[in-house]
């Protein structure tokens, strides 16, 4: 059979991703929190993001489920760094039905069997950051990626997850635990964050660059299968593995749900964006370039990782 990962990447459009990156994280929508609702608007801008992404994913041909959680707001402590300012919201504070969306493509060969794309789709909810790199990239380049492969014959299924990692309790957690308790097969977990964020001097020397994070020898397996597609398929980026102690983020929660095949694809590590968790964090700065070929990546080890797979 014909390799199709080549066609698949060929598929990319880095306009399409820049048009969703500024729609979610400038105009209209400015920041996706939800306790932030803008001037004479009806809707939290959470809420309008979630609108944007799900008529999205639909015109794509998706039908997009919801899963409810209940969320609060971070509260701003100005005398930590600013990379950190979040911390824990009292009892007396607001809890909201904050979503979880699901758009999923039914695999031919193992139905049952599970690729998970996810990433958080929420800006910081204890500041007013558009959250360009962290993470409206993340949402873009999975919305790019369920696009491409809507009609391509995948043995396994796939789900784009799109969950809130910027309020409190996470709501990855909720998904993961509830594909626990339905007893969900799920086979592979990329979790795509902050992708292209990175220092200026990785910026002004014009570097592009993947990392990714892994906790168990299972996600180590996958990081591998990500430094061989990348140079299989001559995506070109400066890509590495990293090992962590413990399972953090949006993976972690499929981790900690008992999923090891699970990673996260981040710009660098430690993550070096100068405008991390800042009102700054704004789409002009992103290496959209950096974002186009990290999608490729992504993309290409998702279908690579479904070809390769053997029940
Ligand atoms: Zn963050």
């Known amino acids: 059979m014909k390799d199709p990962i080549s066609e698949l990447i060929a598929c990319v459009v880095q306009d399409e991703l820049s048009k969703n990156l500024f729609c979610l994280s400038k105009e209209p929508i400015t920041y996706r929190k939800v306790n932030y609702t803008a001037p004479g608007h009806r809707k939290n801008s959470l809420y309008e993001a979630?609108?944007?992404i799900t008529e999205t994913l639909e015109s794509y041909g998706y039908k997009v489920e919801k899963e409810k959680?209940?969320?609060q707001a971070f509260r701003r402590d100005t005398s930590k760094p600013l990379a950190s300012q979040y911390s824990s919201p009292m009892p007396e504070d607001p809890f909201y039905d904050i979503y979880n969306l699901y758009a999923k493509k039914e695999g031919s060969k193992y139905p049952d069997k599970i690729i998970v794309f996810i990433a958080h789709k929420d800006s910081q909810s204890w500041?007013?950051?558009?959250?360009?790199?962290d993470n409206a990239v993340g949402t873009v380049a999975i919305m790019e990626i369920a696009r491409i492969i809507k009609d391509?014959?995948?043995n396994c299924s796939f789900w784009f997850i799109f969950c809130n990692e910027e309020h409190t309790p996470w709501t990855s957690v909720t998904a993961a635990q509830n594909a626990k308790s339905r007893g969900d097969n799920i086979v592979a977990v990329f979790n795509i964050d902050s992708l292209g964020g990175k220092s200026?001097?990785?910026i002004d020397s014009g570097k592009k660059t993947n990392v990714t994070l892994y906790t168990t020898p299972e996600g180590e397996k996958i990081a591998d299968m990500m430094s061989l597609v990348n140079k299989k398929y001559k995506i070109g980026?400066?890509?590495r593995k990293c090992m962590r102690s413990s399972p953090g983020d949006d993976d972690g929660s499929f981790i900690n749900a008992g999923f090891?095949?699970?990673i996260v694809n981040v710009g660098s590590f430690p993550y070096m964006d100068p405008n991390y968790h800042a009102e700054t964090d704004i789409p002009e700065f992103v290496d959209i370039q950096n974002v186009f070929m990290s999608t490729k990546l992504s993309l290409a080890c998702g279908v690579y990782?479904?070809?390769n797979y053997k029940p």
């Open 50 to 52: 979630d609108d944007y």
């Open 69 to 71: 959680c209940s969320a």
């Open 127 to 133: 500041i007013d950051s558009p959250g360009a790199y």
């Open 152 to 154: 391509y014959p995948s």
């Open 200 to 202: 200026y001097e990785d």
């Open 237 to 239: 980026l400066d890509q």
């Open 260 to 262: 090891l095949n699970a």
């Open 305 to 307: 990782f479904d070809i």
